[in-house]
């Protein structure tokens, strides 16, 4: 699978933004696709993940109810809706796709198999 994510940008506090991650290659749909996002001397974060099939969303306790993950299956698309966003949202966001047995680790980088390139999100103050 390659992953290409897009959307990124420089935004106002408060404002929203919407991320999207294109794929190619294997079956798209079998695979849960997340996001992660890394700040300069950060590790890399979960932010939300979404399962194949009947779609699961999983989020970090700090974005739940500001952000928003969806899947076009259709379009090989999945994206991320960000709002209200703040400067301590500014970082390069990832997209990630991997197939899990287990649930418990789709928070957790090194299950992910293929990631995109990142793509920054700054939010000025």
């Known amino acids: 699978v390659q992953l290409q994510a897009s959307g990124g940008g420089l935004v106002q506090s408060g404002d929203s933004r919407r991320l999207s991650c294109v794929a190619s290659g294997r079956a798209f749909n079998h695979y849960t696709v997340a996001w992660f996002r890394q700040a300069p001397g950060r590790e890399r974060e979960f932010q939300a993940a979404i399962s194949y099939g009947v779609g699961t969303a999983y989020y970090a306790e700090s974005v739940k109810g500001r952000f928003i993950i969806s899947r076009d299956n259709a379009k090989n698309t999945v994206y991320l809706q960000m709002n209200t966003l703040q400067p301590e949202d500014t970082a390069v966001y990832y997209c990630?796709?991997?197939?899990?047995?287990?649930?418990?680790?789709?928070?957790?980088?090194?299950?992910?198999?293929?990631w995109g390139q990142g793509t920054q999100v700054t939010v000025s103050s």
């Open positions: 990630a796709a991997a197939r899990f047995l287990n649930d418990n680790h789709v928070p957790t980088a090194r299950y992910y198999n293929f």
